[in-house]
């Protein structure tokens, strides 16, 4: 008997494809670089300053809060790292330390530890936390405020803003190839329009996010803004100013799609995509914010659950009718 | 073990093994054991006894009306009966026979193409029938599928049987329409192995290559029209599914009136070499794999059956059962480890699921342990026990293993109400 060889053994299935949560968390940072790299070149050392205090603030966070509830520390998946990561994308390069270290305790510990971690967060923590930001420091996020220092050779005002106080007069000195390439004023990692969507796109091809999200976002944006504009081009700025400025493709790419605040059913992505997208431009173009993207999502995530009970029928399911 | 693909986009399809390996044929085995499916002293006294000589093909039971019996594969006398229990609970008697390396066989069994016959030989013939359906007066079976596709990932055992004893699933197949009365006997085979089929006098239908289309459950959805209900089984829709190899030894048996001791088992080593064998029903796993030349090492996995459903087990010394299909050995670095992550919502589960069940919100209630919640809302008892969902899981849950629990302690309370009702 004891020369026998001692085997393990565990139930089926005994293969597995190998995926893992911080593979998937890493594959998010490698995405997102793109947008931060150009933002950190435009603004220079305080953008990365920015992103790398709220990567670091997150982490510690959360290691903080494990250590308080003596969880398990599952701070090498990476998922402290992106909440930072994204939190620290969509601030102004100006934004003070206090302000970032509040943010990322508001995402890490009110966003996601007191519900459990990891997988049982009801709402999107970074945009938790840049909406409570939002209204309680209006000047931290007041881009003509924030960057009035800086003049990197394009027009250095918000285009939401200029839109929402000037009207679509205001606008027009913002072309097309301006905003996708990233010549604009806004947050750290949220400006440049292309590389954000070359993340997105290798997000998607590789199955790390749900493009069904995605894609429904963006189209909710730009139908609704179309219709806005149709309805009258005067007052109401095109779909393409909607889709490549503010946060609309960070959101569209990095924030909607997050895993435990969205739907995972086919239909429900899609609707729920489309109402955020719809959400949005309500808010930027008849609401008091200027970007509405903290907002209409984070509506959205409240809704989730209601919207994931639209499901296919289970094949065998037996309906008893009375 | 397939990973997932650079694109991860389409969600991944597992094919099955479409080639049968050639066979080895395995010499006949210095001890066999035998499970009995009744325990030592629980069904009256044991007509069986430590010394007793037995044949080769015969039936040997606690008592000779009892409905419970193995068929022994070997010529020799029993040397030890011990108590064993399965990893679902089952309670066996373990009866191992000390073979005597000539065959001698036994003639109780008779040609005679009756039910009865088959209930009282072929319940523990290779690929394991079960005839019990036939018998039972509240379930008329109308159609039997003689199922030529394996039941998991890299196994070809059935496939072998369909290849080379298409003549022996025909006089089966015959043997099985007179015995049985069904008029519709339906083979479902994979593409290649259509003109195989042909010959066989029953219904050709193909399955397509993909994972988990093999199974009972997705035979009946897309070959035989029926969608089974949750919870129940072909049997109670009125199909009835029998292996090819089943049907082969049915058929050998009646061709030649000596019934079939073999079974082929598919061997998969760690490099994922696969080898067919045939080998006496009940042969240790020991002498299978000194054989294919697989050694094991410590914390190495041996799992009976195959990647996706199969069942790890713990010692060589257990024998092949007559439902034994493979024996895969996985190295520890190439074994699947499971983590207590939690559910992240990513949906990946729900995508690939074949039957469309909501897994997140299930895993949630089956961690919960709200077993009945779990059946009535998310569809628990739907489930067809195909495993993808765990091998797609970004969290690594065992989800089977919460789904397997959630259905054995769902049929406790089913039979704790029945039994206070």
């Known amino acids: ?322 | 073990m397939i990973k997932r693909s650079f694109l991860g986009l389409a969600k991944p399809r597992l094919q099955y093994n479409l080639v049968p390996d050639p066979i080895q044929e395995l010499p006949i085995p210095g001890t066999v054991t035998l499970l009995l499916k009744e325990p030592q002293n629980g069904g009256g006294a044991t007509a069986l006894k430590v010394g007793d000589a037995v044949k080769t093909a015969q039936r040997l039971a606690a008592s000779p009306d009892s409905a419970e019996y193995v068929i022994s594969s070997v010529t020799g006398t029993v040397s030890a009966m011990a108590p064993y229990i399965d990893a679902y609970g089952q309670k066996y008697t373990a009866i191992t026979i000390q073979a005597s390396g000539q065959d001698d066989w036994d003639d109780e069994f008779k040609k005679e193409q009756t039910i009865d016959t088959a209930l009282k030989f072929f319940e523990y013939a290779p690929g394991s029938p079960s005839f019990k359906p036939f018998a039972d007066p509240e379930k008329s079976i109308r159609t039997i599928v003689v199922n030529g596709m394996d039941q998991d990932l890299l196994l070809t055992a059935n496939q072998y049987a369909v290849q080379n004893e298409a003549a022996e699933i025909k006089s089966g197949v015959q043997a099985l329409r007179k015995m049985t009365g069904v008029d519709r006997i339906v083979i479902t085979v994979p593409d290649i192995l259509v003109q195989q089929a042909n010959t066989t006098g029953a219904e050709v239908k193909t399955v397509s290559a993909t994972y988990p289309d093999g199974l009972p459950h997705m035979i009946m959805k897309e070959v035989v029209g029926q969608v089974v209900p949750g919870g129940n089984t072909p049997e109670d829709q009125g199909v009835s599914f029998i292996s090819a190899e089943a049907a082969a030894a049915l058929g050998a048996a009646f061709e030649t009136g000596q019934l079939r001791v073999t079974k082929v088992v598919t061997v998969v080593g760690k490099d994922g070499k696969t080898t067919n064998v045939r080998t006496r029903i009940g042969t240790p796993l020991r002498d299978v794999l000194q054989a294919c030349n697989v050694s094991l090492n410590d914390r190495d996995r041996l799992i009976l059956g195959g990647a996706m459903r199969g069942a790890a087990t713990y010692s060589v010394d257990l024998p092949i059962e007559p439902r034994t299909d493979g024996i895969v050995v996985q190295d520890e670095a190439d074994s699947a480890q499971t983590t207590n992550y939690p559910c992240i919502n990513c949906g990946e589960c729900i995508r690939i699921c074949p039957v469309k069940i909501p897994v997140n919100m299930l895993v949630r209630f089956l961690e919960a342990r709200l077993y009945e919640d779990a059946a009535a809302m998310y569809d628990l008892e739907c489930c067809i026990e195909c495993g993808l969902c765990s091998y797609v899981c970004i969290s690594r849950i065992p989800i089977f293993q919460y789904i397997m629990l959630g259905k054995y302690e769902l049929g406790l309370i089913k039979t704790a109400e029945a039994a206070s009702a």
């Open chain 1, 1 to 322: 008997m004891n020369n026998e060889k001692k085997l393990v053994v565990a139930h089926a299935p005994y293969w597995h494809d190998g995926s893992k949560i911080s593979t998937k968390n890493y594959n998010i940072i490698i995405a997102a670089l793109p947008a931060v790299l150009m933002g950190i070149s435009q603004y220079g050392a305080p953008a990365l300053a920015v992103i790398a205090f709220a990567m670091a603030c997150a982490m510690i966070w959360e290691v903080i809060m494990n250590l308080v509830l003596r969880r398990p520390i599952p701070i090498g998946d990476g998922s402290a790292a992106v909440t930072g990561l994204l939190l620290g994308m969509l601030m102004p390069a100006t934004a003070p330390w206090w302000v970032i270290a509040l943010g990322t305790f508001i995402a890490i510990i009110v966003g996601k530890q007191i519900f459990g971690g990891i997988g049982f967060n009801p709402l999107n923590p970074p945009l938790l936390a840049l909406a409570m930001l939002v209204i309680s420091f209006k000047g931290v996020f007041d881009f003509n405020v924030a960057l009035r220092h800086y003049d990197l050779g394009f027009v250095m005002t918000y285009p939401l803003a200029d839109l929402k106080y000037f009207g679509t007069e205001a606008i027009a000195k913002f072309s097309l190839g301006d905003l996708i390439m990233g010549r604009q004023a806004g947050a750290v990692g949220s400006t440049f329009g292309l590389g954000l969507i070359v993340g997105g796109l290798y997000l998607m091809l590789r199955g790390y996010t749900r493009w069904e999200i995605s894609l429904s976002f963006l189209a909710g944006v730009f139908i609704t803004a179309l219709l806005f504009n149709l309805s009258d081009p005067a007052k109401y700025a095109g779909p393409f100013f909607h889709l490549f400025t503010g946060y609309t493709l960070i959101a569209a790419f990095f924030l909607v799609p997050e895993d435990s605040s969205s739907p995972a059913n086919f239909i429900p992505m899609l609707i729920f995509g489309a109402l955020a997208g719809l959400g949005t431009v309500l808010i930027r173009n008849v609401g008091v914010y200027v970007d509405g993207i903290p907002f209409s999502i984070l509506l959205m995530n409240l809704a989730n659950p209601l919207f994931d009970r639209i499901r296919p029928k289970a094949i065998g399911k037996v309906v008893e009718n009375a």
